[in-house]
């Protein structure tokens, strides 16, 4: 029988990257604190809010002077070029920064670990003709930009911007249901993974979970429904309405998991019914989704896996973002939520929420789900991902 030392990554230098967004930086620290284990780990980090404990066993490199723009390209590939012979790392992990992935290639990493919600794959057909596709760069400025910058650096120019994104290890953060390659695959896509949810606690509040557990079992006696639209832009408007509606309906209690400090803060202080709770982003989340009845939420990728993890059904508002409503369609198509119309009409969704509580057929899709994505994260998580690495590049 193999040892650990025989099976996973041990000794190597680690650089993870992602930029400021939750979405982002989560699976990328769920896969740099597992690593951390017997290697050592450096995270990029963009965002003030993100505190690294002791506990994490993660470096942390903090940047706010990055200008981030297609005109300062050139600057800050070199930004990142510098980092890179400071760390020499043997992997880098990278979700969302395609800068990053340009120094990486230049310096030539021995593994460089790409996280990719399938949309991000050359070939990838939006379903939801509504919106529009922002991953294909259209604009030929752009381009030129990316392409003189590449020159500079003596790298082959590029025809879409996803290209910059690929690495020697494409992982995908969910499962083949609703992330599906049913397209064909360029050559350059040479590895992918499916590691199910990647989702750990880095940006949340410590609250007394048993006093949340306390207060939903209070309540016992109506269908909870919790809310939450993550860092989605215009969200305020929809936090009001659906409070108003959860708190004149004698059948319903609502929990509003609000991360943004300023909107939570304006939330609270309009909330004056013992039916509703009001949280910031929290530990313990996923044990708070399986307590509940019903998720409303803005079909961010890790939220729409936490709930199916729950085995909770979903009502799914529309944020106009390309990929977060193309994932309301495949989710949709896999029976696990209702997509509510972009118009808010109160009594619409009143009804909606009943309905979907009391929807036995969707009921039985989500419990099928929740086994799905249960098998996936556990056995296709980050230890997975670490014995693919060893066995591929090590």
């Avoid at 989560?26 to 506990?55: G, S």
């Avoid at 005109?71 to 070029?81: A, G, I, M, R």
Wanted: glycine share 4%; hydrophobic share 45%.
């Amino acid at each position: 029988m193999m040892s650990d030392s025989q099976l996973n990554v041990e000794n190597k230098r680690i650089l993870c990257c992602a930029p400021d967004a939750v979405g982002h930086v989560i699976p990328t620290l769920t896969l740099a604190e597992h690593f951390a284990k017997r290697n050592e780990v450096f995270f990029i980090n963009f965002n003030p809010n993100i505190i690294l404990r002791k506990k994490h066993n993660i470096k942390s490199i903090y940047v706010n002077n990055l200008n981030d723009s297609i005109e300062s390209l050139k600057e800050d590939v070199n930004f990142f070029l510098k980092i890179i012979d400071e760390i020499s790392p043997d992997i880098t992990i990278s979700d969302w920064n395609y800068v990053f992935q340009i120094a990486a290639k230049i310096k030539n990493v021995i593994c460089n670990i790409s996280i990719l919600r399938v949309e991000l794959f050359i070939g990838y057909k939006i379903i939801n003709y509504q919106v529009d596709d922002k991953f294909c760069l259209s604009d030929k400025t752009d381009l030129e930009i990316i392409n003189e910058t590449l020159s500079y650096f003596n790298e082959y120019p590029i025809s879409d911007f996803r290209e910059l994104l690929i690495g020697d290890l494409n992982v995908i953060p969910g499962i083949p249901e609703m992330d599906r390659l049913d397209f064909p695959l360029l050559d350059k896509y040479t590895n992918v993974e499916y590691i199910g949810l990647l989702y750990h606690d880095f940006f949340s509040k410590i609250i007394d979970i048993k006093k949340i557990l306390e207060w939903i079992d209070c309540h016992k006696h109506k269908k909870v429904v919790l809310v939450t639209f993550g860092n989605a832009w215009g969200s305020t408007m929809l936090y009001k309405r659906i409070l108003e509606i959860i708190s004149k309906d004698s059948a319903l209690a609502g929990i509003f998991v609000i991360p943004h400090d300023g909107i939570r803060e304006r939330i609270q202080s309009e909330v004056n019914n013992d039916n509703i709770l009001i949280l910031p982003f929290i530990k313990n989340l996923l044990d708070i989704f399986k307590r509940v009845d019903l998720v409303i939420h803005h079909c961010g990728h890790a939220i729409s896996l936490l709930a199916m993890l729950a085995g909770k059904p979903s009502i799914i508002f529309p944020s106009g973002h390309y990929d977060r409503d193309d994932n309301a369609v495949r989710l949709e198509q896999l029976g696990v939520c209702y997509r509510f119309a972009s118009t808010l009409l109160s009594f619409d969704l009143q009804n909606l929420i009943h309905e979907a509580i009391q929807d036995v057929q969707m009921m039985e899709r989500v419990d099928h789900f929740q086994k799905v994505v249960e098998w996936y994260t556990i056995n296709r998580g980050a230890p997975y991902l670490d014995k693919c690495v060893r066995q591929k590049f090590f």
